[in-house]
């Protein structure tokens, strides 16, 4: 009866002598349709019934609304996550950006030296690379480190009880990642390569 969450973790069938001696909690209205029946109109019919449930009503729901309830929880939770997750990534990659280019901008006379001194453009730009990429990637491994260990019991823990497949999205995800992070990468590169080349 939840939207979201694996809760109901079975039902027990008992005898009526056993049944008898319980006190009734609620009434369970379980409807199997016939093909073609028109399940709107007989769910506007069953609202007011189902508004008084606590004293002669019946508790019900349908399949379809299940479903949505489930999807919609699942679309939410989505968006959350990676509208959360695309900001922090966001910040992280224009901090790192916004580093490697002030650290460039304060050691341009440096690269300006070492090109009057004749070191060979390739191995000043291939040194630019370098630092740019250690910058970035060092983040990036710790990251993977913590996700290879973590992301496992994380997906367990996230399927088993609130009954979402999340593993299939993964890749998509570690994609989507790395061409936003790449992004920044190469656009920080290109962009200290320019203010060295001026120079």
């Known amino acids: 009866m ?4 694996n809760n109901d973790r079975g039902t027990f ?11 009734k909690d609620i009434n369970i209205l379980l409807v199997q349709y016939k ?17 008084e449930w606590e004293t002669e009503g019946y508790r019900y729901t349908e399949k379809i609304m299940l479903s949505s309830m489930y999807y919609g929880s699942c679309a939410l939770l989505v968006f959350l ?22 650290e460039t901008a304060d050691n341009i006379y440096r690269y300006e030296l070492l090109q009057k001194l004749g070191t060979d453009s ?6 630019l690379f370098k630092q740019i990429a250690i910058i970035f990637v060092v983040p990036l491994l710790l990251a993977g480190m913590f ?4 992301i496992g019991k994380i997906t367990a823990i996230v399927e088993e009880f609130l009954n979402m497949h999340i593993s299939t999205n993964i890749g998509a995800t570690v994609l989507m990642f790395l061409i936003v992070y790449g992004g920044y990468f190469i656009a920080t ?7 060295v080349m001026e120079k």
């Open 2 to 5: 939840t939207s979201v969450g």
């Open 13 to 23: 069938i008992v005898p009526d002598h056993v049944a008898a001696s319980l006190t």
């Open 35 to 51: 093909p073609g029946i028109n399940t709107d109109e007989i769910l506007q019919k069953m609202i007011p019934i189902g508004l």
């Open 81 to 102: 996550c990676c509208y959360i997750g695309l900001v922090f990534l966001l910040i992280c990659a224009a901090l790192l950006s916004l580093k490697q280019l002030t």
């Open 122 to 127: 390739r191995l000043l730009f291939g040194a």
């Open 147 to 150: 996700s290879a260990f973590g």
């Open 189 to 195: 590169y290109l962009s200290c390569k320019h203010m």
